[in-house]
């Protein structure tokens, strides 16, 4: 998906809501096996319930790879329950030497068929680029995460008085725009979207951290948004693990329509401007 | 492995030489099919044929997540083949909020049967916590690594007059000592090894970049060994792809034994000291 088609995508369903996919084995609702079985089949029926509401699919691979090759197959047939007008994104926080973020890459973008990869910027740009080099495939840097360790060096000043996240957002800049680019802002840190706004303008903000994590979704909209959107805006635990009985799909949906619903009556103001 | 098996290990092969096992499915021998169960047998091949020279070998998930969840399964059987006196590190560079890190530990400290695993340090304490709870394994935090993005973030100079890299090495020691904690270092930073060494003397370091990158084996080892031996010195290419014919294994065995020949004349005064 490309930039205005994620924008119409906003649009249309008048909702920022990114599921993320978090479906920790241990935590399937008691009707399903506790096995790579039970998390398709909760991953299916977590997609149907929320479909309606969500522009936007995550898939933490953490959840995936603690069950090894089994895992990934999972990950794997997940991707083909959704369709193609939902964005697809790979939160892996890849990032290696150029000659094996290629291959990253490729495992990503062509093995598995996700919209976007999530990106640790420590290791530069050479660690960054294999991946710019796919049409309408996106990079979604980490910026300013949502947890309590993004004090010990994402907020760290440094000798030119920017922030270090700040430092990111500027530099990898030089290395594609705001149609093959995104950042990761946590949800948690809402009295820093104003200033981010201003550093990076255009850009698509992943924002997770809303619901479990307790970030403010009133004001990420109000600091975040921007012209196209500008968000896509991250709830796994608080819709996915909303009951653990039988019920868990329809609670789910609920859950993802008292999400949107917040973000439709924002997000109307958003669109009206334009 | 602990720190002194480590040692022990260095100590009876004369030899820091980690093996890395970034087995590019397309850049197989001839004789072998392009596919998993191709790099299954020539993982094999490598092991046996390194094995004398070899304390650690590393797998770069990279190489294997680009064949999906067949790729996985190569990684699960290759562990297979190496025995437990030597160390298994998953350069995997993950990292994620701490309710996620934890499922990372789960799938490479027991789904698989690693020792080790590389971290990035961006997300800061609460990533890398869930990583230290286990008993004998390792966490390999990223700090000057061998590419040329290193200058983009590693080197900046914070407002405190430390580098990055730096800051990381020192901070990293409040959650974990050198018996639990190791540093990723370039060899082709190794002007940087001696300034390194004083912020952190008895931490072993992963030492990628010599080889087909071009890092200074003999600068390395003069600035970077330590009382324990304190290297582990990684060559993927230079020892994988000394020869994509048939003689591939043998050629692997050669120069295998070419870097540990090197090692052993600088490592007899590393021990002699002691």
Same mark, same amino acid.
């Given at each position: 998906?490309?930039? @205005? ?6 649009? %249309?369903?008048?909702? $920022?809501l990114?599921v ?26 977590i997609?149907?319930a929320t479909?309606?509401f969500a522009? %936007? ?8 790879? %603690? ?16 369709? @193609?007008?939902? $964005? ?82 500027? @530099? ?38 809303v619901g479990t ?22 709830v796994s635990r608080d819709i996915l693990f909303a009951s653990?009985?039988?019920?868990f799909a329809e609670k789910a949906n609920q859950r993802a329509e008292f999400w949107q619903k917040q ?12």
């Open positions: 998906m490309n930039y @205005k088609q994620i924008q119409k995508a906003i649009q %249309a369903k008048k909702s $920022f990114c993320g996919l978090d479906s920790d084995v241990n935590k399937l609702p008691a009707s399903l096996p506790k096995n790579a079985t039970g998390m398709l089949a909760f991953n299916k029926a997609i149907e479909l309606p522009i %936007a699919y995550k898939i933490n691979t953490a959840f995936y790879e %603690a069950l090894g090759a089994e895992g990934w197959e999972v990950m794997e047939k997940t991707l083909e329950f959704l369709p @193609k007008d939902v $964005f697809k994104i790979a939160d892996a926080k890849r990032g290696d030497i150029g000659n094996t973020s290629k291959l990253y890459a490729k495992a990503f973008f062509e093995t598995l068929a996700f919209d976007a990869l999530t990106i640790a910027p420590y290791m530069g740009e050479d660690s960054v680029k294999p991946f710019l080099e796919y049409e309408n495939k996106w990079v979604i840097l980490l910026a300013l995460t949502s947890n309590t360790g993004s004090q010990d060096f994402e907020m760290l000043k440094l000798s030119n008085e920017r922030y270090l996240y700040e430092e990111v957002l500027l @530099k990898s800049q030089e290395w594609a725009n705001h149609e093959k680019m995104m950042y990761v802002v946590g949800a948690t840190q809402s009295e820093k979207f104003q200033e981010i706004r201003k550093l990076a303008p255009h850009h698509f903000l992943l924002v997770p951290g994590q307790g970030g403010n979704l009133e004001q990420v909209i109000e600091y975040g948004k921007n012209e196209a959107g500008g968000l896509l805006i991250n653990q009985a039988n019920d973000m439709r009556e924002k997000l109307t103001s958003v669109f009206q401007k334009n």
